[in-house]
């Protein structure tokens, strides 16, 4: 996915936004595991900008 001229990793399942794959991988195998999100793995979230602006 690339967002803002930067390269953004999304996790598929709660659509978080990160710069690093890594980050975006461990907070998709959480998701799907615990059916939750993980603070201290969406502390590594990239903070969404609005579309309409």
């Known amino acids: 996915m ?10 598929e399942e709660c ?3 990160y710069t690093e794959r890594e980050w975006a991988e461990k907070c998709e195998a959480w998701c799907k595991k615990n ?3 993980n603070l ?8 969404k900008v609005e579309e309409n602006q």
């Open 2 to 11: 690339v967002k803002e001229n930067k390269d953004l990793y999304q996790c």
């Open 15 to 17: 659509g978080f936004d």
């Open 35 to 37: 059916k939750s999100c």
């Open 40 to 47: 201290e793995i969406i502390k590594h979230a990239v903070k």
